[in-house]
């Protein structure tokens, strides 16, 4: 896979050698720890730890804990496993956090005021936000900018030792309130918020704003090529105006990439956030999710979502990726690593009359019929047997090749039975299906040639055990939910069917061994993993790839 990472971000970095880059080729990734990953994340550490492997460099973790308001321990946790789970390994350039670059960050913003590009300015939010001007117009000088450089160095020292209100004074870049980039209007580069810190405790009562401290924690770790998602292009004067102004040792060159943006689903963490708190899904995990740990339970493998990622394209323009891409990658996977096994997922009891009475023989089946290697198990044959409800019709539509009155059907890797009677219960229905066997075909042909279309699956009733299947689909019926219609809102196009619970499914003896997080295909169902719970699988994909006609 990775001899495959090509793409404008390589052809960059190839560049940038072949003009005298000297230095190892160092990335990073710099989750802020206020939510789980998802599938978009997986895309930026795709990117930035390929590259890395790609040219022999360094790949780091660095968490963006800048923000304590939002910050816990739990998501700090939670990313580790995941990128662990998904790269299948440490980060090679070791284990960061942005707040233990907090002293050099304030030693920084002391320098930029000593050098009068920035002050301590007195405006609200709002009346900042008023100064600001707009695409059109230039912005208004506040009248706090001209302080000297003597009082701004005392006034930030004051924030510093908490002898003002929250809000009340912001550190500000000075660079040009006339600039055509929003960005580079005088940005506030220091607020003052007393909120205790996930590490730092009570420290700090004043934090850098993202687009100050980033690069710096760049410039300090040696990081080579700060690659990060498209809306952060017009940030980029800002980022190389700090690594110019500040006393660092080191220079990265800041590229973007088009976020991911997948079907029915959303990647925003802040909607992801409500779903959780407000209680619309079980919770991070859900397997309804896009976090990496929902994909994890449902049953996803690191390299079908790493597939998909790559597939899915890496370019600077924004698209829309079809979530059936998703499925392809991990059906394909799992058509060739998933063990088969016989489930039953509504159940009617089907009895054998001529098969006799406490016996019990065992036919040996495949585990996988594409890999030899897989080898083989013995499933239980008795007299009593389950079968799918939907594989039985009193009244067969046309071309039904499955059990009908007086028609015949192999059971799979076992005989060839016959339908001779139906028992129904008091209120019509199908309680019983009686048939006999031709106990001359066990799982061979019949004696007399005859040929018999319909192949069924089964468990014997005597051995089978009970399981709970919950089948998921689209957490939203909006194909786009970046695109809301005016006035809706996008928990207006929550799916009520996107989680269905089969109980009382019965599920061949061979599964009670099965452990969390195995992953089965339960033959002419779909494909199945243990969950955590207790006697429960959750279905990853269903067996119908419609996609892989769109990919031909």
Known sequence: MMENVNNFLTEIIDEDIANG???????????????????????????NWSIAKKYNGLFNLRYDDTNPVKEDTEYVDSIWEDIK??????????????????????????????????????LTQEE??????????????SPYRDRSVEENLQLFQDMRDGKFADGSKTLRAKID????????????????????HHRQGDKWCIYPLYDFAHPIQDALEGITHSMCSIEFENHRPLYEWVVDNCPLP?????????????THTVMSKRYLRQLVFEKHVEGWDDPRM?????????????????????????????????IKLLEHCIREELNDTALRRMAVTEPVKLVITNYPEGQCEEFEVPNNPRNEEAGTRKVPFTRELYIEKSDFAEVPPPKFQRLKPDG???????????????VKDDNGEIVEIRCTADLETRNGMPVDGRKVKGTIHWVSAEHAIDADLYLYDNLFTLENVNDVPE??????????????????????????????????????????????ETGRFNRIVTLKDSFAKTLK
């Open 21 to 47: 880059l000297s230095e190892r080729i160092h990335t990073r990734f710099p989750p802020e720890p206020n939510g789980y990953l998802h599938i978009g994340s997986a895309k930026a550490i795709f990117i």
């Open 85 to 122: 789970w998904l790269t299948g390994e440490e980060p090679s350039g070791g284990v960061y956090y942005g707040s233990d670059y907090f002293e050099t960050c304030f030693e920084c913003a002391v320098q930029l005021i000593k050098d009068g590009k920035a002050y301590v300015d007195d």
């Open 128 to 141: 900042m936000r008023a100064y600001r001007g707009s695409l059109t117009e230039p912005g208004k000088l």
């Open 177 to 196: 309130m006339a600039s055509p980039n929003m960005n580079l209007r005088d940005p506030a580069i220091y607020r003052i918020v007393r909120a205790h």
């Open 250 to 262: 080191h220079h990265p060159k800041q590229r973007e990439f088009a976020r991911l943006n997948v």
């Open 290 to 322: 896009p976090t990496l740990c929902a994909l994890r339970r449902r049953g996803y493998t690191p390299s079908a979502i790493l597939d998909f990622v790559q597939r899915a394209g890496i370019a600077k323009a924004n698209s829309l990726v079809d």
């Open 408 to 422: 015949e059907v192999r059971l799979m890797g076992a005989y060839i039975v016959k339908c001779n009677e139906i």
């Open 487 to 532: 006035g809706t809102d996008y928990l207006d196009y929550l799916n009520p069917d996107s989680l269905k619970k089969l109980t009382g499914c019965k599920l061949e003896p061979s599964l009670a061994d099965a452990k969390e997080g195995d992953r089965f295909q339960f033959v002419r169902m779909g494909y199945y993993c243990k969950d955590r």
